[in-house]
């Protein structure tokens, strides 16, 4: 058994002159703090890494930067899915009484702390060094790749991706701490700057600079009971050359297996928290996931199954799309906000329900995938 | 242990495969072993280069100064005749499904294959 007892996050876009040990170290602070607990009470620490800092223990830079001298501790490279990675690792961890209370923390400085053009550089690196990296791709070209195919085998457009980024802008705008305030329309997206055909500027996440901190403990610490109700994972490649057919992609297999873990099905699901680093990555894993139909994503998009007050409110803080993208810690933020509406504290965001919530995250181009309920016990 | 053969990735105009006598699978990716079965004995072959087009995405906004250079290039995947998928370039109009055959080009200082629709 293991709960999610507390979670901090800070703002996502321009932290200038912070260093990403600043920023894991202020969503760290809030998340002990929201947990009840005290800092001496953390025995365990979970951490992403940093393309900024890179550093081969980063997970004992951060606690004793942070002040702290934890029983377990390392860090965790998954890619993009290394926030639900490390979760899923804390759940096992205090379910078999390694830990008490596991920080699991991730922050960088990625916007203000190196140029656009060496972070692409950096995440550019995910593709093969021999067959695919000396072909000049990016990770924009990556999904675009992935993209044309899945329009072309289920008749997506290019203005059905278009309604993923409205969506998410739609929500950022309603969360202060978003990176992008400003309504987008399909029109916007279309006309924005062509990045990896048929991506656009508008169905790019962002770089940001941001943290996110979460606490998972063996028991309870406060009045609300968020309970990790099961949980899996699925590797089925890394180099996109090298990934099986679009229906037998890796979000599939854990999400099956992690329905068998919780005893859980898709119309359980009252909340939603996908990864959503572009629009066709989006569109594709509610479809895998099955809160949609293969193709039919868009349309329920577009009929508000997806918005605040729809049948599944879904990434209410913005997403990566446009509350921001700062490596380890912008899914992270998926389950900050996740947590805020499960325990009822999201303010003008707050869905009606989000009693069992589903998370999934997507690490390097489709390979790696976790997926995750959450359930409200009290 | 077969023989060695060079490709565009060592800068030689060839694109290369590896067959298991073993099970039976083509991987395009070199390594001294079947990844499907484990077998030791892989064979390097020389594909032929013609191949269909399996996904497409023109990059519009490169991250290094010599790719910039190349800017609109398209990315590809292609299913090529002999049974295995790589990555490449190709003309800016290739469209999935279109049949495709392979040359050689200069891109960023290296050597990469190309495609072009088959006439």
């Keep these: 058994m293991s709960y999610i007892t507390g979670v901090g996050l800070t703002p996502y876009g321009k932290h200038e002159g912070s260093s990403s040990l600043d920023l894991m170290s202020m969503a760290a602070a809030q998340a002990v703090v929201d947990a009840e607990l005290t800092r001496s009470e953390i025995d365990g620490v979970l951490c992403g890494y940093s393309t900024v800092s890179p550093h081969i223990m980063l997970a004992t830079v951060f606690a004793e930067h942070f002040g702290i001298r934890p029983s377990y501790a390392h860090a965790v490279q998954v890619g993009g899915a290394t926030g639900l990675a490390m979760t899923m690792l804390a759940h096992h961890l205090v379910d078999a009484g390694v830990a008490k209370h596991v920080l699991v923390v991730s922050g960088e400085n990625r916007l203000t702390g190196q140029s656009r053009d060496a972070s692409i550089q950096a995440l550019a690196q995910v593709g093969h060094p021999d067959y695919e990296v000396s072909l000049g791709p990016t990770i924009p070209a990556y999904y675009g790749l992935v993209a044309s195919r899945y329009m072309h085998e289920y008749g997506l457009t290019q203005e059905d991706l278009a309604e993923f980024a409205v969506l998410m802008r739609a929500h950022a705008c309603t969360h202060p701490g978003a990176q992008f305030h400003e309504p987008i329309t399909v029109a916007d997206v279309m006309a924005s700057k062509p990045v990896a055909m048929p991506l656009k500027l508008l169905d790019c996440c962002p770089v940001s600079d941001g943290g996110a901190a979460f606490i998972v403990s063996r028991e309870p610490t406060g009045a609300a009971a968020i309970r990790v109700r099961g949980c899996a994972q699925a590797h089925t490649h890394q180099h996109l050359t090298a990934a099986p057919a679009l229906s037998e992609l890796g979000a599939e297999i854990s999400i099956a297996k992690a329905k068998a873990a919780s005893g859980l099905a898709i119309p359980d699901v009252r909340y939603a928290a996908v990864y959503d680093s572009f629009t066709i990555t989006l569109a594709m894993l509610l479809e895998d996931l099955g809160l949609a139909k293969r193709g039919e994503a868009a349309a329920r998009v577009r009929s508000g199954y997806f918005s605040r007050d729809g049948e599944v409110p879904l990434n209410t803080h913005g997403g990566l799309l446009s509350y921001g993208h700062c490596g380890v810690g912008g899914a992270m933020a998926h389950l900050v906000e996740t947590h805020l509406q499960m325990t009822g504290r999201a303010g003008n965001r707050q869905v009606r329900d989000a009693s069992i919530s589903l998370l999934h995250g997507d690490g390097g181009v489709l390979s790696s995938h976790v997926s995750m309920f959450l359930e409200r016990v009290r | ?119």
């Excluded at chain 2, 023989?3 to 099970?23: N, R």
């Excluded at chain 2, 039976?24 to 269909?52: I, L, M, N, W």
Aim: hydrophobic content about 40%; aromatic content about 10%; overall charge positive.
């Design chain 2, 1 to 119: 242990m077969s023989e060695k053969l060079a490709d565009w990735t060592s800068g030689a105009e060839a694109i290369v495969y590896q067959h298991c006598a073993a099970c039976g699978v083509r991987q395009y990716f070199r390594r001294s072993f079947c990844a499907a079965c484990g077998a030791p004995d892989v064979e390097d072959k020389r594909a032929s280069g013609a191949g269909t087009v399996y996904a497409t995405s023109l990059v519009c906004r490169a991250a290094t100064p010599e790719t910039r250079a190349h800017v609109p290039y398209n990315i590809l995947l292609v299913d090529a005749a002999e049974g295995f998928r790589m990555m490449a370039h190709g003309d800016n109009d290739l469209a999935i499904g279109d049949k495709v055959t392979a040359r050689f080009k200069q891109f960023a200082g290296r050597l990469v294959p190309y495609f072009e629709k088959v006439k």
